[in-house]
């Protein structure tokens, strides 16, 4: 099975709040881990990644948290907006798989005016 | 623009009719990948390929086949597609670093297919 999965299936938060979408993966190998954004009747589009020698990265309003201790990933959303309404994945890539990426079922995420 | 495109967008079409989905990158990615996306099962790897003439399976590479001619393109093709094929396909591509390894991979916009 996946080993990256998401604890919500979805959420659903007021405008100008923040979101907090969370990600957990299973293999200690995986050194790679990125955010994307999927609108609907659209591809992917990446948000954010982060590689597994760091804790924290920041974008412009989204940030990755990285916790190798419990294997978990969270990706934060600044003043979410209606314009972030769409289902997020994340996805990891284990040391040595040849650049293969393993994505979790996806959160969808809607943002009520 | 730099992009992923891929054609059709999208095709309906019958059991046992071989079909060519195309993907075209132009921004000279080594990586090229096909994925499908199916309700409740996420993104799943079918083919990918780590540059011209490399290619290997995925996930699930059943029923699919690739090739990998040119550094720009990379097509999908069921040579005698089936009902369980219906999908949504991505195709992705990325470059590859020198020294850090795996970056993001960039999709194109999908090509949905039903096959009666």
């Known amino acids: 099975g996946e080993s990256v999965g998401l604890h919500l299936p979805t959420l659903s938060v007021q405008e100008g709040d923040n979101s907090i979408i969370n990600c957990a993966y299973s293999?200690?190998?995986?050194?790679?881990f990125i955010w994307y954004k999927q609108e609907s009747g659209k591809g992917p589009q990446f948000i954010i990644d982060i590689r597994s020698n760091m804790d924290k990265r920041q974008g412009q309003r989204v940030t990755v948290l990285l916790n190798k201790t419990v294997k978990h990933l969270s990706l934060q959303i600044a003043a979410t907006q209606p314009g972030d309404s769409a289902v997020y994945f994340c996805a990891e890539n284990i040391q040595g798989s040849n650049y293969k990426l393993t994505f979790g079922k996806g959160t969808l995420l809607t943002v009520n005016p | 623009e730099a992009q992923v495109t891929q054609n059709p967008r999208y095709l309906i079409t019958v059991t046992g009719k071989k079909l060519t989905v195309t993907c075209s990158q132009n921004?000279?990615?080594?990586?090229m990948s096909w994925y499908r996306q199916d309700p409740g099962l996420g993104l799943r790897q079918i083919y990918y390929?780590?540059?011209?003439?490399?290619?290997d399976k995925g996930d699930v590479p059943e029923g699919y086949k690739v090739s990998r001619k040119e550094k720009r393109n990379f097509p999908l093709i069921l040579e005698s597609p089936s009902p369980n094929q219906t999908s949504l396909y991505f195709c992705?591509?990325?470059?590859?670093?020198?020294?850090?390894?795996?970056?993001?991979?960039?999709f194109g916009p999908g090509t949905r297919l039903t096959v009666l």
């Open positions: 293999n200690s190998a995986s050194d790679y």
């Open positions: 921004m000279n990615h080594e990586y």
């Open positions: 390929s780590m540059n011209v003439e490399v290619t």
């Open positions: 992705a591509s990325s470059p590859k670093g020198r020294t850090s390894g795996i970056h993001e991979q960039f």
